[in-house]
T-cell receptor, first 113, second 115 residues
Framework: DAMVIQNPRYQVTQFGKPVTLSCSQT?????MYWYQQKSSQAPKLLFH???????NEADTPDNFQSRRPNTSFCFLDIRSPGLGDAAMYLC????????????FGPGTRLTVL | AQKVTQAQTEISVVEKEDVTLDCVYE???????LFWYKQPPSGELVFLIR??????QNEISGRYSWNFQKSTSSFNFTITASQVVDSAVYFC????????????FGPGTRLSVLP
C-alpha cells in the first residue's frame, strides 16, 4: 500500500544534542511537509518542499532545518533541541499544491531530557 | 487571512448517539478547499473528506455526513450512531487556491464516545 512512513516512532534525545527525524513516501507526491504538534494543539507547519524547492514558514526557528535528497525522502534536523521542542512531529505529502489532500505519516514523538 | 474555528473544544456522547462537530471558516478567496481529519490516540492524522468551494452538495459516507453551507461559512460534520472507535480529535482545515499558501487547521474538537 502506498503510504507515508516515519522513523523512528519515538525518539528520546538530550538537551542540546542534535537529532534527525526521517520521513519517506511511496505515493510519489511532489510536496512534502513537516509539522510540529504539541499536546492539545493543532499541527503547526514548519516548512515544506515543493519538489526540491524549500519553503520555510516565517516563524520556524533556525534551530529546525530540513533536507530532501530525493522525491521519496525528507529529513527534519533539530540542531540543538530544547525542552520546548518536545512534541509530535508529523510528516505529510500532497500530490501537487497545498489545495490537494495531505496524507500524514504516523508521527515521531520527540522527548527532550 | 484565512481562519478556521471549531468552537467545541470537547464533546462527550454515549454510544449510539448522533453528534455534530462544528466548523466555521473565514476566507477572502472564491476558490478554496475544506477538509476534515481524524486523529485517534495513536496520533496519525487520518483524512476523511475534501470539499471544494463550488460543490455545496452534502456528502454521506456510511455513518459520516458533511453539511457545507457557504451562506454561513460552515462545514459541519455529523457522526450517526456513534461508536467508541470514533473517539478522537477531529480537525477541520482550509486551504485557499489563490491567496493562502498552506493548510490552516482549526484547533480541533476532542470527541469522547462512552460505552
Amino acid at each position: 500500500d502506498a503510504m507515508v512512513i516515519q522513523n523512528p516512532r519515538y525518539q528520546v534525545t538530550q538537551f542540546g544534542k542534535p537529532v534527525t527525524l526521517s520521513c519517506s513516501q511511496t505515493l510519489n507526491h511532489n510536496v512534502m511537509y513537516w509539522y510540529q504538534q504539541k499536546s492539545s494543539q493543532a499541527p503547526k507547519l514548519l516548512f515544506h518542499y515543493y519538489d526540491k524547492d524549500f519553503n520555510n514558514e516565517a516563524d520556524t526557528p533556525d534551530n529546525f532545518q530540513s533536507r530532501r535528497p530525493n522525491t521519496s525522502f525528507c529529513f527534519l534536523d533539530i540542531r540543538s533541541p530544547g525542552l520546548g521542542d518536545a512534541a509530535m512531529y508529523l510528516c505529510a505529502t500532497s500530490r501537487q499544491a497545498s489545495t490537494d489532500t495531505q496524507y500524514f505519516g504516523p508521527g515521531t514523538r520527540l522527548t527532550v531530557l | 487571512a484565512q481562519k478556521v474555528t471549531q468552537a467545541q473544544t470537547e464533546i462527550s456522547v454515549v454510544e449510539k448517539e448522533d453528534v455534530t462537530l462544528d466548523c466555521v471558516y473565514e476566507t477572502r478567496d472564491t476558490t478554496y478547499y475544506l477538509f476534515w481529519y481524524k486523529q485517534p490516540p495513536s496520533g496519525e492524522l487520518v483524512f476523511l473528506i475534501r470539499r471544494n468551494s463550488f460543490d455545496e452538495q452534502n456528502e454521506i459516507s456510511g455513518r459520516y455526513s458533511w453539511n457545507f453551507q457557504k451562506s454561513t461559512s460552515s462545514f459541519n460534520f455529523t457522526i450517526t450512531a456513534s461508536q467508541v472507535v470514533d473517539s478522537a480529535v477531529y480537525f477541520c482545515a482550509l486551504s485557499e487556491a489563490n491567496y493562502g499558501q498552506n493548510f490552516v487547521f482549526g484547533p480541533g474538537t476532542r470527541l469522547s464516545v462512552l460505552p
